[in-house]
C-alpha cells in the first residue's frame, strides 16, 4: 500500500483540555515502530470512560489526548517483529494487553499483563505516542486512541477476529459488553439458580445483566436511577425493576426485603463510591459477592468491616477478567453463532464528526450505544 512505511495524514477527534468539546483536526500517525501495528479504525463507541477522562477526573495532565478505546477496524501495515498479524486483518484493538510472557499472563487467575499501557492518567505520553497535531504530541488514551481515522498500537493489545465479522457491531465487545459480561461470568461467577443485582444499566451493566442470565441466575433485579432503561434491561434477562428514587429507605435494605435477606451476586456497573457500597451491602451474608465494574479514581470507598467479616466479599473486575488476544475472538465468534447479543446494544449511529453529539448523548442517559462510522469498512 502507498502508505507503508510513511506518516499518514488522516482526521480525528481532539481533546485539547478538559470538559470542552473535541475538534476534529487533521493529525499525523507516525508508522507502526518494532511490535507494533497501525489500524484504519472502521467504528468507534463511545463508553463512559471516555467521559470519566474528559469531564469527571479532567486532570490536565491527561491532555491533549485523542479519546476513544471500544472500537474495530482493518490493519494498514505492521513494524518489525510482528508475527501474528498481517494487513488487511479485522482487529480490535485492547486497552488491556496480553504479552503471554509476564506472570499474570501465565496465571489463569487474571487478565492483568505487566506490560499494559504505562503512564499516568490513562495515558501514553511522549515518546510513546505515534500521534501529532500542529507540532504537538499528542497522547494516546487507554494505548489506544479510537477517536480517529488510524491509530498505532501495540501487538499485544490487538485481538485478530474473524474476517465475517461485521466491525460496525463488533466494535462493542472493545469494551463494554466484554467488561460487563465477564465480571458476571468470570468474576462473579453467578451460579446457576442464584439471584443477582446490577446497579446501573448502561452497556456495562445491561452485559453484566446478559453474563447473569447466561450463567443460569434465576432471578436479575436490574437497578437504576433512570428508569428508560428497564425497557431494554428485559431484553437481556432482568427479571425485576428498582428506581433508588421510588425508595425513601437505603436500597440495600429494599433488596434485602425483597429477597430475603439479600442477593447472591451484585454488580456496581455505575462508577459511584455510594453505589458501591449499596451493591456491597444488597448481598447476602455468609456467600454474597460483589464486583465493583464501574471506574473512578477520584475518591475512597468505604464499608464497615462486620459486611465483610460476615463472610460477603467484594471484587474488582477489569475488561470483564478477558485475556484479550485468546478471549476476544472467542466472544466475536459467539456473536457470530447469535450465542451473544450485540446489535441490542446500539441505539444511535453517527459519524466520527458527530463524537460530541454522542458524547451528549451518553451524559443525558439517552442511549445505551452510539457506534460512529471512521473509515469505510
Ligand atoms: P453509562 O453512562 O452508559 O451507564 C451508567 C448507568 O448508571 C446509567 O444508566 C445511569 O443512569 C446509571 N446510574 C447513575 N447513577 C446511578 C445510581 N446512583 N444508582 C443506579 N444507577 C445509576 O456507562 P457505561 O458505559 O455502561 O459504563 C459504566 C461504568 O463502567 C463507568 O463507570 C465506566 O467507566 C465503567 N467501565 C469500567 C470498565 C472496567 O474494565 N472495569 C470498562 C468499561 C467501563
Ligand atoms: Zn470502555
Excluded at 489463569?108 to 499494559?116: I, M
Excluded at 507540532?135 to 493489545?157: D, P, R
Excluded at 456495562?204 to 434465576?218: D, E, I, S
Aim: proline residues 5%; neutral net charge; aromatic residues 6%.
Amino acid at each position: 500500500m502507498a502508505t507503508v512505511g510513511r506518516v499518514i495524514k488522516c482526521r480525528a477527534a481532539v481533546a485539547w483540555e478538559p470538559n470542552k468539546p473535541l475538534v476534529m483536526e487533521e493529525i499525523e500517525v507516525a508508522p507502526p515502530q518494532a511490535n507494533e501495528v497501525r489500524i484504519k479504525i472502521v467504528a468507534t463507541a463511545v463508553c463512559h470512560t471516555d467521559l470519566h477522562h474528559l469531564l469527571e477526573n479532567m486532570n490536565k495532565d491527561g491532555f491533549p489526548v485523542v479519546l476513544g478505546h471500544e472500537a474495530a477496524g482493518i490493519v494498514e501495515s505492521v513494524g518489525p517483529g510482528v508475527t501474528e498479524i498481517q494487513p488487511g486483518d479485522k482487529v480490535i484493538p485492547l486497552f488491556i494487553s496480553q504479552c503471554r510472557e509476564c506472570r499474570f499472563c501465565k496465571s489463569p487467575k487474571t487478565n492483568q499483563c505487566e506490560k499494559a499501557w504505562v503512564g499516568q492518567h490513562n495515558v501514553l505520553s511522549g515518546p510513546l505516542s505515534r500521534f501529532t497535531c500542529k507540532g504537538k504530541k499528542l497522547m494516546q488514551f487507554t494505548g489506544t486512541s479510537t477517536f480517529s481515522e488510524y491509530t498505532v498500537v501495540n501487538q499485544m493489545a490487538v485481538a485478530k477476529i474473524d474476517p465475517a465479522a461485521p466491525l460496525d457491531k463488533v466494535c462493542l465487545l472493545g469494551c463494554g459488553i466484554c467488561t460487563g459480561y465477564g465480571a458476571a461470568v468470570n468474576t462473579a461467577k453467578v451460579e446457576p439458580g442464584s439471584t443477582c443485582a446490577v446497579f446501573g444499566l448502561g452497556a456495562v451493566g445491561l452485559a453484566a445483566v446478559m453474563g447473569c442470565k447466561a450463567a443460569g441466575a434465576k432471578r436479575i433485579i436490574a437497578v437504576d436511577i433512570n428508569p428508560e432503561k428497564f425497557d431494554k434491561a428485559k431484553v437481556f434477562g432482568a427479571t425485576d425493576f428498582v428506581n433508588p428514587k421510588d425508595h425513601s429507605e437505603p436500597i440495600s435494605q429494599v433488596l434485602s426485603k425483597m429477597t430475603d435477606g439479600g442477593v447472591d451476586f451484585s454488580l456496581e456497573c455505575v462508577g459511584n463510591v455510594g453505589v458501591m457500597r449499596s451493591a456491597l451491602e444488597s448481598c447476602v451474608q455468609g456467600w454474597g459477592v460483589s464486583v465493583i465494574v464501574g471506574w473512578t479514581d477520584l475518591e475512597d470507598f468505604s464499608s464497615r468491616p462486620v459486611q465483610l467479616i460476615a463472610g460477603r466479599t467484594w471484587k474488582g473486575s477489569a475488561f470483564g477478567g478477558f485475556k484479550g488476544r485468546d478471549d476476544v475472538p472467542k466472544m466475536v465468534k459467539a456473536y457470530l453463532d447469535k450465542k451473544l447479543k450485540v446489535d441490542e446494544f446500539i441505539t444511535h449511529n453517527m459519524t466520527l464528526d458527530q463524537v460530541n453529539d454522542a458524547i451528549e448523548l451518553m451524559k443525558h442517559g439517552k442511549c445505551i450505544r452510539t457506534v460512529m462510522t471512521v473509515s469505510p469498512q
